[in-house]
């Protein structure tokens, strides 16, 4: 199907398909900050970083709100889709 992965059948599927793709990525993030917030030695980068770690918090509760209210599953897209 070309650019698209085989799990988008109709125009439909795409902003479900990114918003998985955007889930995935804050959770990533969620779970990589608070390691490099452990290994920052300036506090000012150690503070920035923890800003971000409770934004990214509020954005993975904002889009576990929108797959609520679709009705769709709020799971990862983690697998690398194929671009042929």
Known sequence: MGLFSKDI???DDLPLHGLQDIYYAENQIFKALPKMIDKATNRDLSAGLRAHL???EKQ????NQVFEK???SPKALNAPRSTA
Do not use: C, F
């Not at 993975?60 to 889009?63: A, G």
């Open 9 to 11: 059948q109709s125009m």
């Open 54 to 56: 409770e934004e990214t």
């Open 60 to 63: 993975i509760t904002r889009l």
């Open 70 to 72: 679709s009705g769709k």
